[in-house]
Nanobody, 118 residues
Framework: QVQLVESGGGLLQTGGFLRFSCTAS????????MAWFRQAPGKEREFVAA????????SYADSVKGRFTISRDNAKNTMFLQMNSLRPDDTAVYYC???????????WGQGTQVTVSS
């Protein structure tokens, strides 16, 4: 299982922006999908965004589409999430994840708190 280390997060007001990064302990490979999930207080974990191994294909939850951008730099074993126009319902703990050889999400970051006030 590859180790994932997240950086970013913080406290900000509505309309603010943040950029997360997620760095793998080894090269994830072009066949490995990487993604971001989040879990808000009292709610189950939900999908936020995903990116294909080669970075060519992305997918977003409807709630973040047009505001968040996922990207990856395979040479640096790093994935990014640019979060713009943040609003209070974006408040959650955000987790990066990566698929393993089986295609399932088996590697997870430690979680990063984002709190957006009105």
């Amino acid at each position: 299982q590859v180790q994932l280390v997240e950086s970013g997060g913080g406290l900000l007001q509505t309309g603010g922006f943040l950029r997360f990064s997620c760095t793998a302990s080894r090269r994830t490979g072009i066949n490995y999908i990487m993604a971001w999930f989040r879990q808000a207080p009292g709610k189950e974990r939900e999908f936020v965004a995903a990116i294909s191994g080669d970075g060519a294909t992305t997918s977003y939850a409807d709630s973040v589409k047009g505001r968040f951008t996922i990207s990856r730099d395979n040479a640096k074993n790093t994935m990014f999430l640019q979060m713009n126009s943040l609003r209070p319902d974006d408040t959650a703990v955000y987790y990066c994840s990566a698929t393993g050889p089986s295609g399932s999400y088996e590697s997870w970051g430690q979680g990063t708190q984002v709190t957006v006030s009105s």
